[in-house]
């Protein structure tokens, strides 16, 4: 039995000895930062980090893209949309946006079938002007949030306009950085030697991120528009910046081949 | 005891019922990644795939292989009917159902959160509904086991516990233990998101809490490898155990050190400090003991049977073991497969080294060959073993089964060396597809290549165990052949009570469990309060505001 509290003490020993590296020796050191002391290497140690407390020094006023986050309130607030009650709203969106939002003009996008979150996310930037549209910026400022969420709420159901993103797409061929069509090939799978995500993750037809628009059959002029806005810095709206950082790469062939792609998804004449 | 026959070749079956179409699968990724042409090269489509193959892999083929097997053992070992058996019907339809919610999620487009989840990507609850019965319906199982071997004990008391049934209840006191991060993950962050009770996820929680099953499901796995390596494979080989009390402080020591290990997972997280991520490195390296203490036992009682086989000399004895046996074939190939995985694996969970490998090819590549390799062919084996004695009638080809290891072991190593040699290039891993016209991606081609024809062997050898299974399965019924567990070499008379049961050490657990993972799991509560990101649906049905 000699052995067996041997082995025991020998195993608590190096258990002590693991918590007293781990602890005070591990977070003394880190490159290219000072040797802290014990007590900092500690709190080190647990992660707590200099960024993670309160801010000592002033910090220049973040410009911030966006003033609305996806919080559990905003998700709530947008869920809370009541399209009855958008309808009335959206009396006043007819005549840029057409019937019901399905728009007739390259100028205005379609509305109808749009995601709720992403339109009352613009909304929002049109309200505080982190996204400029000339009549735009008027317009929204005469809503309040809760009219932004009913309107949004009312074009989400419309039909014949965007389609919805499902989700779910039968396995086709093609679909992978082997595609030799430069649109699909973006769609679908990106383009890695740019850092470009494919966009299809995001806008559809497979993927769904909250707060990017659907952008199946919207207007290829607006499509090509926005993206071309956003590669020059015009607009600059999108929460982490990853419009603008991929707009900035695509050629101007490129984006009409995309914007082609989406505004002609799943017509007859065109290869999705 | 015919029906436990039953009820644990049910368990096999389903276990390699769908082995193979995730085999299937997986060749078709490996296709997928190449720059060889694949059918439907859809990215959506492989990371469904990489879902369903990891999903079977990791808790199906897993799960039933090891309730199956421990029912086998209970009954073998102890030589008297199951208790609970009804019991262990249900947790049987509660995991076929749970496994069949999984998949069929999966298959629908619903589920493509691959086999971690990967919080605040959310799938459909159905797909968690489904992983969190199959992980309960398990839990029955774990009951039934301890059960068992306590009956056993208060009809039989101061004697030690058969090895085969106290190894097979550390494994599912092991399992209960492993299962309770994934459990508490699904049902309070993963679900309550999933079911639209809330919109956010707390992410970081979310990957701790998988953290404590992500490494400790790895032993629970290898379990019945190792309880294999101890109570079948000497006795296939002629020989005896060279000592049961080491076996039995062998598993043990897995129960007690695979829990506080799993945030050398997280190296790279950013949610914990340095201490923490240190302490359970640190910890990682005590599981080496075990294993090193197996790969001797082993060995030691191999080469007893090697030389009560007539081997002479240094490694005569190695010659002289009947290779021929798929039980010996397979230990040996597992054990080499467990050496250069092993190394992998310390690579992996030292604190500086695992930044060189964090996120590549290098990593997949090593659990496949460890996972993959080491404990699947040991299945196989089991499996071997296990069907004469389950059915009533002889192994079909004794010859095939060979074939299958061999293709197996060899099939194993084209996939993983290139694989691994891919990973040190820089190859990421969760990757769909590459555009190999980059030309450091086009350095990886080859061994790329290389890793595809491994797949196809894998994939020739996975329907070669089938087709021997099923042969044997619908074979000509002979007489019964009972399935016997190694001697040791002195046979233990009495034990301690320390080795003849695990009340002291799941406690010893439960203290570790609390030192190595209060703390960083209490923080996402105490310290980091306001911490959670919109919840990332993956797949969409709805729009939120549909009427």
Redesign the interface.
């Known amino acids: 039995m000699t052995s067996w509290s041997r082995n025991a003490w020998l195993?608590s020993g190096?258990?002590l000895l693991?918590?007293v590296?781990?602890?005070t020796v591990?977070?003394r050191f880190e490159p290219d930062s000072p040797r802290l002391g014990t007590w900092a290497a500690?709190c080190?140690?647990?992660?707590?980090?200099a960024d993670r407390g309160a801010a000592t020094e002033p910090q220049p006023t973040p410009r911030t893209p966006t003033t609305v986050a996806?919080?559990?309130e905003t998700?709530?607030e947008?869920?809370a949309?009541d399209?009855t009650r958008g309808a009335f709203i959206a009396l006043n969106c007819t005549a840029c946006h057409g019937e019901e939002g399905v728009s007739g003009s390259d100028l205005a996008p379609t509305l109808a079938g749009a995601?709720?979150?992403a339109l009352y996310k613009e909304l929002a930037d049109y309200r505080s002007g982190k996204r400029l549209w000339g009549v735009m910026n008027g317009v929204a400022k005469a809503l309040s949030e809760r009219d932004c969420a009913d309107v949004?709420?009312y074009f989400?159901?419309r039909q014949h306009g965007l389609q919805?993103?499902?989700?779910?797409?039968a396995?086709?061929?093609?679909?992978?950085?082997?595609q030799s069509d430069p649109a699909s090939r973006l769609v679908?799978?990106g383009?890695?030697?740019r850092g470009i995500a494919?966009c299809a993750v995001c806008h559809g037809p497979?993927?769904?991120?909250?707060g990017a628009p659907a952008l199946l059959r919207q207007r290829t002029a607006y499509i090509e528009r926005q993206t071309a806005a956003f590669a020059q810095g015009e607009r600059q709206n999108d929460i982490d910046e990853q419009m603008r950082t991929v707009a900035a790469q695509l050629t101007a062939q490129e984006m009409h081949a995309v914007a082609v792609f989406y505004g002609g998804y799943g017509l007859p004449d065109t290869v999705p | 005891m015919l029906r436990t026959d039953r009820l644990a070749l049910c368990h096999f079956w389903v276990a390699f019922g769908l082995f193979l179409p995730a085999v299937v699968l997986g060749a078709w990724q490996m296709l997928?990644r190449s720059p060889l042409?694949?059918?439907?090269?859809?990215?959506?489509?492989?990371y469904a795939s990489v879902t369903l193959h990891g999903t079977v892999m990791a808790y199906v083929l897993t799960t039933f292989f090891a309730m199956g097997f421990g029912y086998a053992v209970a009954v073998t070992s102890l030589g008297r009917p199951l208790r609970g058996i009804a019991a262990a019907w249900i947790g049987f339809a509660i995991c076929v159902i749970g496994t069949l919610m999984a998949a069929a999620t999966v298959i629908?487009?619903?589920a493509t959160v691959l086999y971690t989840f990967y919080p605040p990507l959310l799938a459909s609850a159905w797909f968690y509904c489904g992983v969190t019965l199959l992980v309960g319906g398990s839990m029955i199982w774990v009951v039934l086991m301890i059960v068992n071997m306590a009956a056993w004990k208060r009809a039989n008391p101061g004697a030690p516990v058969p090895l085969a049934l106290f190894a097979v209840t550390a494994s599912a006191c092991l399992w209960a233990w492993t299962a309770s991060g994934v459990t508490a993950e699904l049902l309070g962050v993963i679900l309550p998101a999933a079911f639209g009770m809330?919109?956010?996820i707390d992410a970081g929680l979310a990957r701790t809490l998988f953290s404590v099953t992500l490494h400790a499901i790895v032993y629970f796995w290898l379990m019945p490898a190792y309880i294999a390596f101890y109570t079948l494979l000497p006795q296939a080989a002629g020989g005896r155990l060279y000592s049961d009390k080491v076996a039995r402080l062998v598993f043990i020591m897995f129960l007690v050190f695979s829990l506080p290990v799993g945030m050398h997972h997280l190296f790279a997280d950013p949610?914990?400090?340095?201490?923490?991520?240190?302490?359970q490195a640190?910890?990682t390296f005590?599981v080496v003991l075990p294993t090193l203490m197996t790969v001797f036992s082993i060995c030691a009682s191999l080469e007893i049977a090697g030389r009560i086989r007539g081997g002479r000399g240094l490694f005569g004895w190695i010659g002289a073991l009947p290779w021929r046996e798929p039980m010996v074939l397979a230990g040996g190939l597992s054990l080499l497969m467990l050496g250069l995985g092993g190394f992998g694996g310390l690579i992996n969970m030292s604190?500086a080294m695992n930044s060189m490998i964090h996120n590549t090819s290098w990593v997949t590549a090593h659990f496949h060959l460890i996972f993959g390799g080491t404990v699947v062919i040991m299945y196989f084996a089991i499996a071997y073993e296990m069907w004469p004695r389950l059915t009533g009638k002889p192994l079909c080809s004794k010859n095939l089964a060979r074939w299958q290891l061999w293709l197996w072991f060899w099939g194993m190593l084209i996939t993983t060396i290139p694989w691994h040699v891919a990973g040190l290039m820089g190859q990421p891993r969760r990757?769909?597809?590459?555009?190999y016209?980059?030309p450091v991606v086009a350095r990886t081609a080859p061994w790329v290549d290389a890793s595809v024809l491994g797949g196809a062997i894998l994939l020739i050898s996975a329907i070669l165990l089938i087709v021997v299974l099923v042969r044997s399965h619908f074979g000509a019924r002979t007489a019964d052949s009972p399935l016997r567990y190694a001697l040791a070499v002195h046979p233990p008379l009495r034990v301690p009570a320390a080795l003849n049961g695990f009340a002291l050490w799941n406690v010893l657990v439960l203290v570790l469990v609390v030192a190595a993972y209060g703390?960083p799991i209490g923080?996402f509560f105490f310290v980091l309060k306001p911490h959670?990101t919109?919840a990332?649906?993956?797949?969409?049905?709805a729009?939120?505001?549909?009427?």
């Open positions: 195993l190096l258990t693991a918590f590296l781990g602890f591990v977070g500690f080190r140690s647990l992660g707590f980090t996806w919080t559990r998700l709530a947008v869920a949309g399209a995601d709720a979150a949004a709420a989400a159901t919805p993103i499902t989700g779910i797409l396995p086709q061929a093609g679909r992978s950085l082997r679908y799978a383009d890695p030697s494919p497979s993927g769904y991120k909250v | 997928m042409p694949a059918p439907l090269d859809d990215s959506n489509l492989y629908a487009g619903r809330t919109t956010q949610e914990h400090g340095v201490g923490f991520k240190f302490l640190f910890f005590f604190y990757v769909a597809s590459f555009d016209g980059i703390y923080q959670s919109p990332y649906e993956v797949t969409r049905s729009l939120p505001s549909d009427p």
